[in-house]
C-alpha cells in the first residue's frame, strides 16, 4: 500500500545520483530510483526512474530503460526511455529504440528500428532476489538435498 511516507521516500530517492567513472567496470544490471552518470563501461542492463547520463568515454553492453537519457557514449543494446532521449554527436547506439521524444544531434549514429512517439507505463524496479534460493521452500529443499553430505562430513 503506497501511503505518504512511502512516497517521500521514492520522491528523496530519485534525488540521489550514481556515478560510474573513467576507468571504471561494472559487470551486472543496475537498478535505481535516482539519476545516473556513467563515464565507464557496464556489462549488463540499466534501469532508472530518473535521468540516464553516459559520458563520451562510456561504453554500455546491454539493455537500457530510463525516464530522460543523454547519451554521448556507445551502446550495444535495446533502449528505452519513458520521456526524452538526447543523442549527442559523439554517440552510437545499435540497438533498437523505443521512445516518447528524440533528439539527434549532427554526428550521431544510430543503428536499429526506432519508435518515437510511444506512450509507457511507469518504471519498476523489482528487488532481486537470491537467485540460489528465491524462497524459503526452495532453500529448505536445497538443504534436504545436500543434508546427507553435511551428516558425513561430520562424522
Known sequence: MW???NQKV????SNLSNII????????NLNAH???????????NITTRSKLALGSSSVIKGDILAQNAEFAG???GNVQV???LVLKSSAVIKGDLSVNTLILESGAEFNGKCRMG??????VIREESDSKYPDKKESKEKIEEIGHFLKKAES
Request: hydrophobic share 30%; glycine share 14%; charged share 35%.
Open 21 to 28: 567513472s573513467k576507468g571504471s567496470n561494472l559487470k551486472g
Open 34 to 44: 535516482g539519476n545516473i552518470r556513467v563515464e565507464g563501461k557496464v556489462v549488463g
Open 10 to 13: 521514492m520522491e528523496d530517492s
Open 82 to 84: 519513458t520521456e526524452k
Open 74 to 76: 556507445t551502446i550495444i
Open 118 to 123: 510511444v506512450k509507457f507505463t511507469e518504471i
Open 3 to 5: 501511503n505518504k511516507k
